[in-house]
């Protein structure tokens, strides 16, 4: 398991001398009940005998009046070949798990609309000892206005109007502690230090603790919410798990965290074997920074109003600059662009290039306060131990190679802020028994996309985590 934290000690006073430039966090109301419920016949040795080839064991899970549940179990068996369907009664969602697939949900299901939950235990046959037992639910909680969730409120838009508009682009998801995560090239999913170490403590600021924080699914197609403010759920197809064991993740507090707040984790397929990069696409990265006032874009899924609460936005506004922190270290971009609290995590795109690239990641508002700048903020890419969690998540000594150049031209060599255009110089500069990254994409015979593989005595491994590549075509 590699859980990875560096944070930095600190008083609580230095925290509230600098809370002007607010994080934007807003998790959802919702609460755990315990939910004793067990389908199925933990250690029977007997065989199921049945002349159909499977026997089907069913129970409603239901809580009055909740907006939507999660099903949590503490203990399960499902063999080789049985497996468990939960179905929403409200609108139909579907999910079905075998062990491997519940094992990646960390023992839980999908995020389900409505207040009941129809539980299949489906049991093959030859199989002896299945059952799947319930622990407890999460519970959503109807009824909050979407102020009160707010984490930021005003100093987070920049302007009289928020100027935020619906947006389709999935390369964004939510996730369900009040945050938003993106895809990036490497397969990597990208967040705020403060989505995945938060530990509210009453009243007061955020104070992390080192320990993980991140549950649940990286969640697209995330439909209107009700006119109270309350969030639905997407489709269990729309959700993918998120994988809590290669969470890396930097978050002190201090300052809010600019220019030290950022998290790398992966996720995994959804329970019909898709995985997120493949099907919605992903953002690229660079070092490069804007010019003053080029246009930027966030993307996310901050507060709102009625039925856009926690849905997609985004909005467009002009870039201000890159600044230091505390320490030459801390490394953060200003921008007057509208977000709301939950836009945390969100990608910071720069829009001059094209296609578009990312510069970092969205932590912070302060557009309406004069002491923070009057623009929001967010981590570096510059920031080195980002570039570090983000280059080695596939393990050190890795080459990355992206048929789409870097903008303003920085060079290239192999990094994954620099990643060579050409697959013949990854293969030259791999170290043995390393790892080629590819983008997705068609690097061609006439661009000089020829080699012998293992012709220098070598051994390397090819991967592409975000979609097809074509080599030499």
């Known amino acids: 398991m590699k859980i990875i934290y560096t944070k930095t000690l600190l008083a609580l006073a230095a925290l509230l001398v600098v809370l002007p430039a607010m994080a934007q966090f807003a998790p959802p109301p919702q609460h755990i009940e315990p939910y004793n419920l067990t389908l199925g016949q933990p250690g029977k040795n007997r065989s199921v005998q049945k002349e159909s080839d499977q026997v089907t064991l069913s129970e409603v899970v239901r809580v009055e009046g909740a907006p939507w549940l999660r099903l949590k179990f503490r203990a399960y068996n ?4 049985s497996y468990i369907v939960m179905t929403s009664l409200e609108d139909g ?3 079905r798990l075998d062990a491997k697939s519940l094992a990646q949900w960390n023992s839980a299901s999908a995020f389900f609309n409505g207040d009941a939950v129809l539980l299949e235990l489906h049991v093959a046959e030859g199989e002896s000892g299945i059952f799947a037992t319930l622990e407890s639910l999460n519970v959503g909680e109807r009824g909050v206005a979407a102020a009160a969730e707010d984490s930021g409120g005003s100093e987070t838009q920049c302007g009289p109007v928020d100027n935020r508009v619906a ?3 999935n390369r964004a998801g939510r996730i369900i502690n009040g945050c938003t995560a993106w895809l990036v090239s490497n ?3 990208l967040t705020a230090g403060h989505c995945v170490d938060w530990d509210p403590d009453g009243g007061g600021p955020l104070l992390p603790d080192g320990v993980l924080d991140l549950w649940g699914s990286f969640s697209v197609n ?5 006119p109270d403010g309350t969030i639905n ?3 269990p197809e729309d959700q993918f798990p998120i994988d809590t064991s290669n969470v890396v993740w930097n978050y002190d507090g201090e300052g809010q965290g600019l220019g030290k707040d950022w998290a790398v984790f992966g996720i995994f397929p959804n329970a019909n074997g898709e995985r997120a990069h493949l099907r919605e696409g992903f953002y690229r990265m660079t070092r490069q920074n804007p010019a003053a006032n080029d246009s930027m874009r966030i993307t996310g899924y901050g507060v709102d109003t009625g039925v856009d609460n926690k849905t997609l936005q985004t909005s467009a506004g002009p870039y201000v600059g890159e600044y230091t922190g505390g320490a030459a270290t801390n490394i953060y971009h200003r921008y007057q662009v509208d977000t709301r609290g939950a836009n945390s995590g969100s990608p910071i795109i ?3 290039p094209s296609p578009d690239f990312t510069v970092g990641i969205h932590t912070n508002g302060g557009c309406g306060d004069p002491v923070a700048g009057t623009s929001n903020a967010g981590t570096s890419f510059e920031v080195d131990a980002l570039e570090i969690a983000i280059r080695d998540f596939h393990g050190s000594g890795a080459k990355y190679v992206d048929v789409v150049p870097q903008p303003n031209n920085p060079g290239q060599a192999g990094e994954v802020f620099r990643p060579y255009v050409h697959v013949p110089d990854a293969v030259s500069n791999v170290p043995n028994n390393g790892r080629v990254i590819l983008v997705k994409g068609t690097y061609t015979k006439a661009a000089g996309n020829t080699f012998t593989a293992g012709a220098d005595g070598k051994a390397m491994t090819f991967l592409a ?3 097809t590549v074509i080599i030499g075509n």
Do not use: E, F, N, Y
Not at 78 to 81: E, F, I, S, T, V
Not at 222 to 226: E, T
């Open 78 to 81: 499902l063999g080789q070949h």
């Open 93 to 95: 969602g579907q999910q």
């Open 167 to 169: 947006s389709t682009d």
């Open 187 to 189: 397969g990597a999913v």
């Open 222 to 226: 995330v439909p209107a919410s009700d």
């Open 233 to 235: 759920q997407s489709a």
């Open 350 to 352: 720069w829009r001059t």
């Open 465 to 467: 985590p975000v979609g």
